[in-house]
């Protein structure tokens, strides 16, 4: 089957829902894909940073093959090894009290987890959120969400239970965070608003108010965790740990799997029939989970992520400096990098397109780099060459 064939059953039997670009893959190796004609492309989206340890990862293949012919599925309603064995791996990376995990299949999902965690432990009906805010399309997640484009046309969200702060903004968050707040949710790096850290005071202020204050903070690791940051989570840039964490994308290399860990105390307040999901946590997801969190504490992801993005970011800084102000910013942590271009964005997107280069822009202006974090230098080079011959 060729591309237009593809299209042409894509226009006859799904929703149009989605802005697709005219590309279609057949398969992937590391950082590269490969289209239905056979043509390579350097990848430096990887799945909306999901795929961070590159496509066809042997360990992550064998895994998922040995599950799917032992076990796919069985439900929650009895034990299940593979989930139990990916839940202790996955506290194994994280920082104490966070110690209890439930597994779901989404980052909205797990989001939606985290927010009614968060109400039921404290007893409170509010929610502190931030403006530009990206937190996945259900219909709290989505009231979470501080981006109008995302909600409209589908009020009345929970727009009652949400208030939203300038994120950055140590004032607002002072003035919106009281006795009514259940929980603030953060994202470390605002991704979908266009790769916005949050900064250090910003993140401190969240924790000391929801401690003064009886809230809890969630953090929306979703994007920024599993060492696509340079650490393993966002939040460990700013030396706090937040009650509740939520995670998706990597989490599966491209198996659909989200997550919420919790303290053991806040995991407590759900108890059987509180909350679950058919899928979340079956044996197929979570034998994929278990293989990434092994290789990414293995081969160090979160160094060979900050090493690589340190030096890729000081490149296009460089380049950035003698881009007479086209590149307006360079931004972000570890291999999760923002180029600020204005109207340039998109262009430069077609442009890295027609060299075999696959980007995404986000926010309208942003070029987003979010590759696989075992990127190969040659790739990262290739892509500078693309800026460099786009802005001369
Ligand atoms: C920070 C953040 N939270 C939540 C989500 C939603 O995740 P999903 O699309 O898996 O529901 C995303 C997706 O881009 C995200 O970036």
């Known amino acids: 089957m060729d591309i237009d064939q593809v299209k042409e059953l894509d226009r006859a039997y799904l929703f149009q829902n989605y802005g697709r670009q005219e590309l279609c893959f057949e398969h992937g190796e590391k950082e590269c894909l490969y289209d239905l004609a056979g043509r390579r492309y350097i990848d430096l989206v990887a799945g909306i940073a999901v795929n961070s340890l590159g496509y066809s990862h042997p360990a992550v293949t064998r895994a998922i093959c040995h599950q799917a012919e032992r076990l796919v599925h069985v439900s929650n309603l009895y034990l299940v090894r593979e989930q139990a064995e990916a839940a202790a791996a996955l506290v194994s990376i994280c920082p104490p009290p966070l110690s209890s995990v439930l597994f779901v299949n989404s980052g909205a999902e797990a989001n939606e987890a985290a927010l009614k965690l968060a109400v039921k432990h404290t007893g ?4 502190v959120s931030t403006y530009n805010s990206f937190h996945g399309r259900t219909a709290a997640a989505l ?8 909600q409209s046309g589908f009020e009345p969200l929970l727009s009652e239970a ?19 707040t259940a929980a603030v949710i953060l994202e470390p790096i605002q991704g979908e608003g266009g790769v916005i850290p949050a900064g250090r005071e910003f993140f401190r202020t969240a924790r000391d108010l929801c401690d003064e204050r009886g809230a809890l903070l969630i953090c929306d690791e979703v994007q920024t965790g599993l060492c696509r940051t340079g650490r393993f989570f966002g939040f460990q840039h700013y030396d706090v740990v937040p009650d509740i964490i939520s995670l998706a994308k990597a989490l599966g290399n491209g198996v659909p799997i989200g997550a919420i860990v919790a303290s053991k105390d ?14 979340g946590g079956n044996p197929l997801g979570t034998a994929a989970a278990r293989a990434v969190v092994g290789v990414m504490r293995e081969e160090r992801m979160d160094a060979q992520a900050a090493a690589k993005g340190g030096r890729w970011m000081t490149e296009l800084r460089d380049i950035a400096a003698s881009s007479g102000g086209r590149i307006k910013d360079v931004r972000g942590q570890g291999l999760m990098i923002g180029l600020e271009m204005g109207e340039d964005a998109k262009k430069l997107q077609s442009k890295a397109l027609k060299e075999g280069i696959l980007v995404n822009v986000c926010a309208g202006a942003v070029v987003r780099l979010i590759p696989p974090l075992i990127l190969s230098d040659d790739s990262m080079k290739a892509f500078n060459t693309v800026l460099e011959d786009f802005l001369s």
């Open 124 to 127: 409170r009906g509010k929610i």
């Open 143 to 150: 009231s979470a969400t501080g981006q109008k484009k995302y």
């Open 162 to 180: 949400i208030d939203l702060v300038r994120y950055g903004s140590v004032e607002q968050l002072k003035d919106a965070v009281n006795g009514d």
């Open 266 to 279: 806040v995991a407590s307040t759900f108890t059987p029939g509180s909350h679950g999901t058919t899928f």
